[in-house]
C-alpha cells in the first residue's frame, strides 16, 4: 500500500507537470507525456520500472504489475491501446473474424502471463491517469486475461474487429495490428485541479537560468551492458539449435540436467567488449528481474555460453517459471515470438554481480548495428 506522503508527492507533481501544458498545448486539458507519467509513477511509489522492457506491465510494486495508461477523460468511456502485434500480424492473414478474435485472446493472454512469470508478480492492474478540462484524476482496474470461453462479436469490418468478454470491451485494428480496450472512469482514486500556467517558458526561466553551473554539469551514469540473442542465426533465418544453447539439455554425449541451459555469446561481443564479462568460469551473481540471485559464469571453448554455476538453476527459471516449457518440450524460435521476447540485456552492477532481463524482438539486431 502506498504511504500518503507517497500520494501528496504524486499529486503534487502531477499538478507541476499539468501546469506547464502551454510548452507542448494550447488546450485547457493538461498534458502529459506518457513517459514522465512512468518514471514519476515508479519514483513516486519506489516501484520497478518496466517500461523498456516491452512487456504487458510498465513498473512492478511489490508482487503487481502495473500498466501505467494516461488519456483524455473525453466521455468516460474510451478506448485506448494495451497491445501491439506488429511482428505477428502475419499470423492474422486469412482468418475469419471469430479465428482473428481468439487468436489475438491468446496472443494478449501470452504476454501477460509471461509478464506475470519474468517478474514473479502475481496479479496484474492498470493504473489510469486521466486528464480532464483543468483537471487530472486517477482510477485502477484489474488487467484481467481475455476470457474466451464468453466472447462475443460486436462488429467486424475491413479493418476493425470488436468483442467483449464477460468483463471488458475491445477492438482489434487489423491494419495496425493494434488491440484496444474500453476504459470507464469509475471508482476515481483521487481528483486534483490544475492551473495551467500561461507563460511557462518565463517561469522556467525564472527557476532554472539562475541554478549554479554545478547542477549542469552533472551527469547520469549508465551501466555498462550487452545485449544477448536466445537464438541462431542461419543464413538469413532464426532458429533455437535442438541440441545446443536454450536446448543444451537436449544435447548428445553424457547425460544431463533437463534443465541444463546456457545463454550463447556471440564472439563479436567478447571483441567489441573484451572486458565485460569476468574471465571463463569465474562465478558471478546474476540477479533475474524478480529479484532473485543466483551464481553464473561464463564457459566453454572461447566463453561462447553464459550459464549459471549450478547447471540447472537458469534452465529452471527460464525454460520452466518464463517460458512455461514442459521438460523435454523443444524451445523454437516460434515460442519465443509468442511472447514477443527474444533477447536478454546483461547490465554490469559492480565487478561480481550482473543483472539479465528480457528484451523486445528485434533489439539483439539493433545492438548489432549500434556497435558495427
Known amino acids: 500500500m502506498a504511504t500518503k506522503q507517497e500520494y501528496e508527492y504524486y499529486q503534487k507533481i502531477l499538478k507541476i507537470l499539468g501546469s506547464l501544458t502551454n510548452l507542448f498545448s494550447e488546450s485547457k486539458v493538461p498534458y502529459l507525456n506518457y513517459r514522465i507519467t512512468e518514471n514519476l509513477f515508479c519514483k513516486a511509489f519506489t516501484a520497478k520500472n518496466l517500461s523498456r522492457s516491452d512487456v504487458s506491465a510498465d513498473a512492478s510494486l511489490n508482487d503487481v ?22 511482428r505477428d500480424n502475419i499470423k492474422f492473414r486469412g482468418l475469419n473474424p471469430k479465428e482473428l478474435v481468439e487468436k489475438v485472446a491468446d496472443l494478449r493472454n501470452e504476454r501477460v502471463e509471461s509478464t506475470k512469470r519474468i517478474y514473479g508478480l502475481k496479479s496484474m492492474i492498470y493504473h489510469c491517469i486521466v486528464r480532464d478540462e483543468e483537471k487530472i484524476k486517477t482510477f485502477e482496474c484489474d488487467m484481467g486475461l481475455i476470457d474466451k470461453s464468453t466472447i462475443i462479436l ?43 500556467l500561461e507563460d511557462p517558458f518565463e517561469v522556467l526561466e525564472e527557476k532554472f537560468l539562475k541554478v549554479k553551473d554545478v547542477y549542469y554539469k552533472k551527469t547520469i ?29 537436449n544435447a548428445e554425449g553424457r547425460k544431463r540436467d533437463l534443465n541444463e541451459i546456457y545463454i550463447p555469446i ?70 519465443l515470438q509468442k511472447i514477443g521476447l527474444d533477447s536478454v540485456i546483461i547490465e554490469r552492477i559492480d565487478k561480481k554481480t550482473y543483472s539479465i532481463d528480457f528484451r523486445p524482438s528485434g533489439t539483439y539486431e539493433e545492438f548489432i548495428e549500434e556497435n558495427n
Open 65 to 86: 504489475g502495473v500498466g501505467i495508461k494516461t488519456f483524455v477523460n473525453g466521455n468516460g468511456k474510451t478506448f485506448q491501446k494495451i497491445a501491439e502485434f506488429n
Open 154 to 196: 460486436l462488429n467486424s469490418t475491413k479493418n476493425t474487429v470488436s468483442f467483449k468478454d464477460s468483463k471488458n470491451e475491445y477492438s482489434f485494428n487489423i491494419t495496425k495490428s493494434t488491440l484496444y480496450k474500453r476504459f470507464i472512469t469509475q471508482d476515481v482514486i483521487f481528483e486534483i485541479d490544475v492551473k495551467i
Open 221 to 249: 551514469s549508465k551501466k555498462p551492458f550487452v545485449i544477448l540473442p536466445l537464438y541462431s542465426i542461419t543464413k538469413d533465418d532464426k532458429k533455437v539449435h535442438e541440441k545446443s544453447g536454450l536446448n543444451q539439455w
Open 266 to 335: 556471440p564472439a563479436w561481443i567478447h571483441k567489441r567488449f573484451p572486458a565485460f564479462f569476468l574471465s571463463r568460469d569465474t562465478p558471478f551473481n546474476l540477479i533475474l528481474p524478480d529479484g532473485t540471485m543466483l551464481e553464473a559464469k561464463v564457459c566453454q571453448d572461447g566463453s561462447k555460453a553464459l550459464m549459471s554455476k549450478h547447471n540447472a538453476d537458469l534452465g529452471k527459471w527460464l525454460l520452466r517459471k518464463v517460458l512455461n516449457l514442459k521438460e523435454k518440450e523443444l524451445l523454437t524460435y516460434e515460442k
